[in-house]
């Protein structure tokens, strides 16, 4: 019973987002952009100026916490070593009530996970891999920075005149640095969540793979009469695409590198 009433009163009380309208260090805030499991996202304002900010809270209840103020620190310091047109970048930190606040520039646009299921926006081969090249080469240049993002993903994708950007660096990691932000040994966590949480570029590979399966499936019209198959039965794929399918998941060779991948991608557009 205390620990659902605990729950309760982080959700309900503690971590409340903050109110459009209220103000936080020198911004207004205009809208709650998400709600994950270690901070608030918001859009705001700076006072006196029209110009629209993005400004990520730690959660209250993780005052203390390594996945607190010391986790948005390490975010702010990944996106301070990065300068790219398509990432976001700092603005400033700042830190109210004993609760850290990074700002950062923002960046309008559609997630691709909107596109795809809010506007059912499909994605041909072709179309599929051109994005997948685009976003290949953003988490390549991460790679050059000795960066794993950790959590390429669609609703981490925001589309901007046909072009991706990519956002949410809070599980980023620098190469050489422990994949946890606390002392949970991490061997003890299950397989696939060490190859995604790995700090190695396979994890991004992966998550490559499975974002060009979510552009692929736009396109699947399921059959309710047939029971759930493996991607390989279900999508009718170019013998190039699966096989580009089938390194990115380490089912028949893998890819040691993003810039390997792109060199197939830039193959299959030019075939």
């Given at each position: ?15 409340r987002?903050y ?12 809208s ?20 629209q ?10 005052r ?57 926006q499909?994605?041909?081969?072709a179309?599929a ?19 794993i ?20 660096f809070?599980?980023?990691r ?12 991490f ?34 019209e ?17 013998p190039?695409?699966r ?29």
């Amino acid at each position: 019973m205390w620990e659902k009433l605990l729950t309760l009163y982080r959700t309900h009380w503690l971590d409340r987002p903050y109110r459009p309208g209220q103000t936080l260090g020198g911004y207004t805030i205009r809208s709650v952009l998400g709600v994950g499991s270690y901070g608030i996202a918001y859009l705001a304002s700076p006072l006196h100026a029209d110009t629209q900010v993005v400004v990520k809270q730690t959660k209250p209840s993780r005052r203390g916490h390594p996945k607190g103020l010391g986790m948005q620190l390490y975010e702010k310091k990944i996106l301070e070593s990065l300068d790219h047109p398509q990432i976001p970048q700092v603005v400033e930190h700042f830190v109210q009530n004993d609760v850290g606040f990074l700002v950062m520039s923002y960046i309008p646009g559609i997630t691709v996970e909107e596109l795809l299921f809010d506007k059912g926006q499909q994605f041909g081969e072709a179309e599929a891999v051109r994005l997948i090249c685009k976003l290949a080469r953003i988490v390549d240049h991460l790679h050059q920075h000795d960066i794993i993002h950790r959590d390429v993903r669609i609703p981490n994708v925001v589309m901007q005149n046909g072009e991706p950007y990519l956002i949410d660096f809070g599980l980023a990691r620098f190469i050489g640095d422990s994949p946890t932000y606390t002392d949970d040994p991490f061997d003890h966590y299950p397989a696939e969540k060490q190859l995604k949480r790995a700090v190695h570029p396979s994890s991004d590979l992966l998550a490559l793979g499975h974002f060009l399966l979510f552009l692929l499936y736009s396109t699947y019209e399921a059959d309710e009469s047939e029971a759930e198959r493996s991607w390989q039965e279900e999508l009718s794929l170019s013998p190039p695409l699966r096989t580009i399918l089938q390194k990115l998941f380490q089912i028949d060779g893998s890819y040691s590198t993003v810039a390997e991948l792109i060199d197939d991608l830039d193959h299959f557009l030019h075939i």
